[in-house]
């Protein structure tokens, strides 16, 4: 298999495990309100033992095994000519975006993603917007005056 | 290049009606949920009479501060009744200009003249709209305009001045015929919406029809027989389809599309006439559609899929082209006229082993609704097994139609959803183009792909499921500017 050569950073695999954790805890406070409604109103064990299971086996898929499938997976390259992305975790996605379509490419930022000195890639269209996750933010800057610079060469009406 | 000038006059109670049209809803909210006791009536009565009154006044002042003049190689209109505005817009930016014409512009020769800008990106209003003006002034506009642009173009590709007079050469591309329009008609799915549309009317007439009267006699009518009860839903079906069937004709009487060198002009309409114009270059996509009531006459649409438009003029994104024709002579009629070719060559069609999956997906959707309908009528329910048996003959349908072909640049597709579709597009048109392969189609060596195009803010993709992943390597392959194999 071909595939496009570059990963994104490996510190992706941190923030999207904290990601995880936090969509994980909130899971866990519904839980524990199920819980405690089982214990007020006497429910069947089941439920008890639902929310439990539920929870772990979220932490299990959020925490654990999706970053990872999802980090390993993930791959693009910029050519000269065109943007080539690989991404999914159960389904394999690969995308072409050819320069001259580009429109502009931006960058951004969350709170997390500033703690670990990541930024995202946005590659933008007429009609679409692709996503580069969790580059070092000196990588993500100079892709995207790259990209910009390729664009700009190859640009074209619609 | 010229004084200020106003609207006509008609566009004063244009803008009347208009307002008033948006008042209709609270009107009926008030009239259906409003005070039934006798005095009340005449409070009803003297406010609606007050709010017309204002709202004739504010169509009246907004009409005497419109104004608009053509200076400088722009389009400069001032308006505002409260906060004044002036917009001003270069000739240039200027993508073409819409005329249609309503039941009250007919009479005095006028035209409402919308101007189509590049990139009107989706605020509020986007769109420039004289609503009323003569003709002659309209022809002139127009004129004006294309000269501007037309000095323009010469100025920077330096072509000859021959340039100007072809381009208002017009050529008759398609003329309904009205065979074609009674199958228009008749195909469309505008009964439905007639349909519900008088029940919504007959349920707002509750105080005024004495009901509970009519009962009486209706029950009689009843005791009379069931036939005539059948007889009687079958005429309102009846008057409903013959009132749709009406209406479409009206709309789409005398579609007429011509071309001009760099234009797509398409008109219609027997009472209200409009007029669309699409500039050549704006084109991204050419879509052929056949809905189930269409096709076993051979029938299609076909529609110009297109970059303009904005986002509260969705129309401008998916333009008709030709409302009814034989599928068969779509090639024919289209010809060289447009820069996507409509040829049907053969398509290429997924592997046998894929309908398995074509059939399991159609079942998947099906199967809450049998879960449900078991838990709820019990015995009864396992009669929804039956629909396994349409969603197995529609996923068929879907598995049959879908289909992909590759012509030098360009790309077509074939595919269903409720309605049978096929698109066409060139290469460069082409935004984006996805290859998904999930874990259980690797292991049947299938793949799926997607094409996205732009159509007027947004985007419409073209989705072929579960094809032999060779091909789809090739589409691949083929979109992709690299020289090394991408797989």
């Known amino acids: 298999m071909n595939e496009p050569q570059k990963r994104i950073s490996d510190k992706a695999l941190s923030v999207w495990r904290i990601t995880g954790a936090i969509t994980s805890a909130i899971m866990a406070i519904m839980a524990g309100g199920a819980i405690w409604l089982s214990n007020v109103f006497s429910w069947p064990v089941w439920v008890v033992m639902a929310a439990v299971g539920a929870i772990i086996l979220h932490v299990y898929l959020y925490v654990y095994l999706f970053p990872l499938l999802r980090w390993k997976r993930w791959r693009y390259e910029v050519r000269e000519q065109e943007i080539e992305l690989q991404q999914g975790v159960f389904v394999v996605k690969r995308t072409l975006v050819p320069m001259i379509r580009v429109q502009h490419v931006d960058t951004r930022q969350g709170p997390l993603l500033k703690k670990y000195g990541l930024a995202t890639v946005d590659v933008s269209t007429a009609a679409t917007v692709h996503e580069i996750p969790a580059l070092p933010v000196e990588e993500a800057e100079e892709l995207r005056q790259f990209i910009s610079r390729l664009a700009r060469v190859a640009d074209e009406d619609v | ?487």
Request: charged fraction near 20%; aromatic fraction near 10%; hydrophobic fraction near 45%.
């Open chain 2, 1 to 487: 290049m010229s004084n200020s000038k106003r609207l006509h006059p008609i566009a004063a109670v244009t803008n009347f009606i208009k307002q008033l049209k948006e008042l209709i809803i609270p009107f009926i909210a008030f009239f259906v949920f409003g005070t039934k006791a006798s005095e009340g009536d005449l409070w009803f009565f003297t406010g609606s009479i007050a709010i017309v009154i204002v709202v004739l006044g504010i169509g009246v002042l907004n009409w005497l501060r419109f104004s608009y003049r053509l200076e400088e190689g722009e389009l400069r209109m001032e308006y505002g009744l409260l906060v004044r505005k002036k917009r001003y817009i270069p000739f240039d930016r200027i993508q073409s200009l819409d005329f249609s014409e309503g039941i009250l512009h007919r009479p005095f020769g006028l035209v409402k003249v919308k101007v189509e800008t590049a990139g009107s990106s989706g605020t509020a209003d986007a769109e420039a709209v004289l609503t009323a003006i003569t003709k002659d002034e309209a022809n002139r506009i127009q004129e004006i305009i294309a000269q501007a642009k037309g000095k323009l173009v010469e100025e920077t590709f330096d072509t000859e001045v021959a340039n100007k007079a072809e381009r208002v050469e017009e050529k008759v591309v398609y003329k309904i015929s009205s065979k074609e329009l009674l199958l228009l008609a008749t195909t469309s799915g505008g009964v439905g919406v007639v349909l519900s549309a008088m029940v919504a009317f007959l349920s707002q007439l509750d105080d005024l029809i004495p009901y509970e009267s009519a009962y009486h006699e209706v029950e009689k009518v009843i005791s009379n027989g069931i036939v005539i009860v059948a007889v009687l839903v079958f005429l309102g079906f009846l008057l409903a389809w013959v009132a749709a069937l009406i209406g479409t004709m009206v709309k789409f009487a005398q579609f007429t599309v011509k071309k001009t060198e760099r234009e797509i002009i398409i008109s219609r309409g027997l009472l209200e006439k409009r007029q669309i114009t699409i500039p050549l270059n704006r084109i991204q996509a050419i879509r052929i559609s056949e809905n189930i009531l269409r096709q076993p006459f051979g029938l299609c649409s076909v529609y110009m899929i297109s970059a303009g438009g904005s986002v509260r003029n969705a129309e401008g994104a998916k333009v008709l082209l030709l409302p009814a024709v034989k599928k068969a002579q779509v090639a024919h009629i289209l010809q060289e006229h447009l820069p996507i070719s409509t040829t049907s060559q053969p398509f290429n069609s997924p592997p046998k082993r894929s309908l398995p999956r074509y059939l399991l997906r159609g079942s998947l959707i099906v199967v809450p609704f049998v879960i449900a309908a078991i838990a709820i009528f019990k015995l009864w329910g396992l009669l929804s097994i039956l629909l396994f048996v349409f969603s197995s003959a529609w996923s068929y349908l879907i598995y049959k139609d879908a289909g992909w072909g590759i012509e030098g640049q360009q790309l077509n597709i074939q595919y269903r959803g409720l309605i049978k579709h096929t698109l066409f597009m060139k290469k460069p048109n082409v935004q984006s183009l996805d290859y998904k392969e999930s874990i259980f189609q690797r292991r049947k060596n299938l793949a799926t792909m997607t094409s996205l195009i732009k159509s007027g803010m947004g985007a419409i993709g073209g989705t072929i499921v579960d094809i032999e992943k060779e091909d789809a390597k090739e589409i691949y392959q083929w979109y992709s500017h690299s020289q090394k194999a991408p797989f």
